[in-house]
């Protein structure tokens, strides 16, 4: 098991930056995935972006270029830095860890942490 606490959110005007966090409660050398998803009002969760434990990343089309995912396996802590934020990136933003055992995959959340983009 892992537990993830998210921080870094707020309130940010358009064309801002934030940087949210997620620690994890042990080590996530041996987590196979970590990714942020956000969900908006009325909208289902969706991915924003992921890193997996070699260090691969992709992003959802509607960041590339403006958000960036990193880990810190020391930190036990994976990072989403977000530049040039816009309206539409307003939504709860969530971290999720992803290991397998056995050839079962198991998931776990942090509880969300609000971002909203507002002049």
């Known amino acids: 098991q892992v537990q993830l606490v998210e921080s870094g959110g707020g309130l940010v005007q358009p064309g801002g930056s934030l940087r949210l966090s997620c620690a994890a409660s042990r080590s996530i050398n041996n987590i196979n995935a970590m990714g942020w998803y956000r969900q908006a009002p009325g909208k289902q969760r969706e991915l924003v972006a992921r890193?997996?434990?070699?260090?691969?990343?992709n992003y959802a089309d509607f960041v590339k270029g403006r958000f960036t995912i990193s880990r810190d396996n020391a930190k036990n802590t994976v990072y989403l830095q977000m530049n040039s934020l816009k309206f539409e990136d307003t939504a709860v933003y969530y971290c999720?860890?992803?290991?397998?055992?056995?050839?079962?995959?198991?998931?776990?959340w942090g509880q969300g942490t609000q971002v909203t983009v507002s002049s």
């Open positions: 999720n860890a992803v290991q397998w055992r056995f050839g079962v995959p198991y998931d776990y």
């Open positions: 890193i997996i434990s070699g260090g691969s990343t």
